[in-house]
Structure formats: C-alpha cells, structure tokens
C-alpha cells in the first residue's frame, strides 16, 4: 500500500491548550481528513459547513456533540460516527477526564466553514 494512502492518526495528534488544534492528515479536491485532539474542558466552537458535509468517527473518550444553534446536544462516546449534513450545525465540549480524540473528513474539501454566530 502507497505511503501516501496509509496514516497513523497518532502521528498527527497535537494536543495544546487554549483551542484545538486542526490537525490535517490528508487533503484532496473530494476532502480533507482532520484529526483532532481535545483535551478535558476544550471545545470545539459550533459551526457548519454551508457547501459539504463532516463526518466525525470517535477513537477514545467522549463529550457532548452540539447538533442544534439553541445548544441542543447529546452525549458520545468511542465508536459513535457523526454526520452533519450540509449547512447543519455541530460541535463538541470534552466534560470528561481523558482526552477526545476523534477523526473527521470534509466533503468536498472546498465545503467552508462558517462559525455560529453567538449573541453578545
């Protein structure tokens, strides 16, 4: 198998304090492979991605995954895959011990990003 089709997601991790870091693994016209490392009380600020999709599979630990703009959530853990459609809303608040750790592929890679506007 290429090198260039085979990652290891550990290699990729970089844990930090203050936001999380994105970290790309991969990127194609059709998507962009991020691992994330989110540690015990980060968040990942609700956002979408108003021309593509993002599909989040969890590897270790768990938090709340944000599916509406009203805060709306509900709990995951290690195995659970996530799909915010076109234009919906998601995010994520690690309320447990151990570190989130989990992989997410955009797509197409040009989807965009735009932040939820949150009242001041």
Known sequence: ????RHFKVAEFLQPADGEPIRSVITESPDAVVVAWYVKPGQRLSPHNHPQGQDVWTVLASGGEYQLMADGASQPITTGDVLVAHRGEIHGVYNNGSE???F?????????GFELLETPQ
């Open 1 to 4: 198998m290429s090198a260039s």
């Open 99 to 101: 570190p989130l750790i």
């Open 103 to 111: 992989v997410s592929v955009v797509s197409p890679a040009a989807a």
